[in-house]
């Protein structure tokens, strides 16, 4: 293995851990404040500080995307796939919500046939029953516990999917951090209108008022661990390629299952790990029958989200 490649893959598991370290950080904000606002607040901070950085390094021109609705909805999907993620690590193990979350890659390879009108490979018909199966293993014991809202991941990997095939449709309508703004700066605007719906809606959990100053920083801080892994993984990919970094981003269970035990003193018990190891299992399955042509040239179509 080349230099090159070996540190782009230890660039790209240094992107993809920090990923997983905010979500641990959102996840010590339960109970605090409203989800959806922590949420909104990430990505304001987000937004802000990516438009700032886009307008030093390319200028006003930068920020007029060529197709603005799909620009739209990439921020609505987004937005979507944010605000149930964060939802569901608020009442959750960090790591169950992470398994579910990984079944987006299966969805992708769904929905690319109807949308993108791309071929749907008979790898995806085996691995998709296969994938629920891991699905319903994670859920059992969440949904008897908290209902439907244990499904709140599977929606954010709905959500994340629609995002993955929005991004490839809109590939070369701007450059890398050009495109990272657009879909936080769209994404913004629905996550306000969320946190202020939940608000309005009366129910206690997604009440908002003044955020303690803790909380801020934090949601500071998930803001830069998030656009820090993005960049990280960027660089990985430019030095290793994107087919060789995509199954790096499953180092995000692994860090997620230690930071849940270490902080939250959470277990998954054997048959949740045999759930995500299923569903996991299938993802590298898919990518590892996916002619090397037909894989992702981006980093934004790995199964990684901007949280």
């Given at each position: 293995m080349q230099h090159d490649e070996r540190s782009g893959i230890l660039l790209a598991v240094a992107g993809f851990s920090s990923l997983s370290v905010g979500d641990a950080i959102v996840k010590t904000m339960a109970g605090e404040w409203?989800?959806?606002a922590v949420a909104a607040l990430r990505f304001t901070i987000g937004a802000i500080g990516l438009s700032l950085l886009l307008w030093r390094s390319e200028g006003p021109s930068a920020f007029r995307p060529k197709r603005g609705w799909l620009q739209v909805a990439r921020g609505f999907c987004?937005?979507?796939?944010?605000?149930c993620f964060f939802s569901a690590i608020f009442v959750m193990q960090l790591a169950e919500a992470m398994a579910l979350a990984f079944v987006s890659p299966i969805f992708v390879a769904l929905l690319s046939g109807p949308l993108l009108k791309e071929k749907v490979r008979p790898a995806v018909w085996l691995l998709t029953p296969l994938a629920l199966i891991g699905v319903m293993l994670v859920l059992r014991p969440n949904f008897a516990e908290l209902g439907w809202v244990a499904c709140l991941p599977v929606a954010s990997a709905f959500f994340f999917a629609l995002m993955v095939i929005s991004n490839r449709a809109a590939a070369g309508d701007g450059s890398a951090l050009?495109?990272?703004?657009?879909?936080?700066?769209?994404?913004?605007p629905f996550l306000?209108?969320?946190?202020?719906?939940?608000?309005?809606?009366?129910?206690?959990?997604?009440?908002?008022?003044?955020?303690?100053?803790?909380?801020?920083?934090?949601?500071?801080?998930?803001?830069?661990?998030?656009?820090?892994?993005?960049?990280l993984a960027f660089l990985g990919t430019t030095r290793a390629g994107a087919a060789t970094i995509a199954p790096m981003t499953y180092v995000q269970m692994l860090v997620a299952t230690a930071l849940g035990y270490l902080l939250f003193g959470d277990v998954p018990d054997l048959p949740t790990l045999g759930g995500a190891t299923i569903i996991i299992g299938a993802g590298l399955f898919l990518w590892l029958t996916t002619p090397r042509a037909a894989r992702p040239k981006t980093v934004d179509e790995e199964p990684v989200a901007e949280r």
């Open positions: 409203s989800p959806l987004l937005a979507g796939a944010t605000l050009s495109m990272q703004v657009f879909i936080a700066c769209l994404a913004t306000i209108a969320a946190a202020t719906v939940g608000h309005f809606s009366g129910a206690p959990a997604l009440q908002v008022g003044m955020p303690d100053w803790s909380i801020v920083l934090r949601c500071t801080l998930v803001a830069i661990t998030a656009s820090t892994a993005h960049w």
